[in-house]
């Protein structure tokens, strides 16, 4: 499973980095990936899916994780 961020809008550079990291980890993010199913987190700062200290300088109060899976056919 490669897992990389390859399209945003209105984020920081910052934060796409802690993106791409946690893709790594165990986060929300990285369980979206592999289970292939979205996610709405409606709110941010509440969800204990999120560690919320670099959300909440982003200014986020809500997102929706969406997988986009890509096969190469050959």
Known sequence: LVLDVVATEGLSQQFVTALQRELM????????????????????????R??????????LRAAILVPLIYEESA
Not at 35 to 41: A, H, N, R, V, W
Request: aromatic share 0%.
């Open 25 to 48: 980890g165990t986060g929300p993010v990285r369980s979206v990936a592999e289970s292939s199913k979205g996610m709405l987190i409606g709110r941010v700062g509440e969800d204990q």
């Open 50 to 59: 999120i560690l919320g200290e670099l959300e909440r300088a982003e200014g």
